[in-house]
């Protein structure tokens, strides 16, 4: 069956304070991972996709990697406002109709 | 920001009640789906579209129906509400396979 597990449920950090957030998965064959940033009372906002190991994308302060068999978004001298609920989702080659997402991760920054 | 409306955006409505949502988009988009968001679940898939009137369903479906009878239009249709149909709805748009959905503002529809 496919997974998604995202960890931490939650995270604070002081401002400045760099850190990561873990997204593993186990699906037949990946065909993308997706990151997207969503904020209190609005809809995901749509961040990163990664097709295969090793791959690297940034943007601003995130920089998100993929790995076969887990993702990682790394936060570095983060901001208050990238306080948000990040996700991750993953679609499979066998039926890549479909997006499957992690529960998130609760990031807080504190200034 | 992608073009999709979701509508209503808020809604209570009694138990036993049809509830229809609607989602709208003007990117001429082929992949159009249904998510509802609860806490601790993440987002699950209700139904997706593939095409005008060509629908499938995801893992949620049960007490739920859809309609695509135009390339913008994206109905979902609570057939007789239960309270655990409360929940955040979200609707997203695809242009295809292998690329990333854009997501509507959601609709929070409270059953009572």
């Known amino acids: 069956e496919d997974q998604v597990t995202q960890s931490p449920e939650a995270l604070r950090l002081q401002e400045g304070e760099s850190s990561s957030l873990n997204c593993s998965y186990t699906?037949?064959?990946?065909?993308?991972l997706f990151w997207y940033r969503q904020d209190p009372g609005k809809g995901p906002e749509f961040l990163f996709t990664?097709?295969?190991a090793g791959e690297e994308k940034e943007k601003e302060r995130l920089k998100a990697t993929l790995t076969k068999k887990e993702s990682f978004l790394h936060i570095t001298a983060p901001k208050p406002e990238d306080s948000a609920t990040y996700l991750c989702a993953v679609q499979a080659n066998y039926n890549f109709n479909k997006f499957y997402f992690g529960s998130g991760t609760k990031l807080n920054v504190k200034p | 920001d992608a073009g999709i409306t979701q509508s209503p955006r808020h809604k209570v409505t009694e138990t036993g009640t049809p509830v229809t949502l609607r989602c709208h988009q003007t990117e001429n988009h082929r992949y159009m789906y249904w998510y509802r968001q609860d806490p601790g679940h993440g987002l699950r898939l209700i139904h997706y579209s593939y095409g005008v009137k060509d629908t499938d369903k995801g893992e949620v479906s049960d007490g739920y129906s859809v309609s695509r009878s135009k390339t913008e239009d994206f109905l979902l249709t609570l057939e007789s509400a239960t309270s655990s149909q409360t929940s955040v709805y979200f609707c997203a748009i695809s242009d295809g396979a292998n690329t990333e959905a854009f997501f509507g503002q959601g609709t929070r529809l409270t059953v009572v």
């Open positions: 699906v037949s064959g990946l065909r993308g």
């Open positions: 990664l097709y295969s």
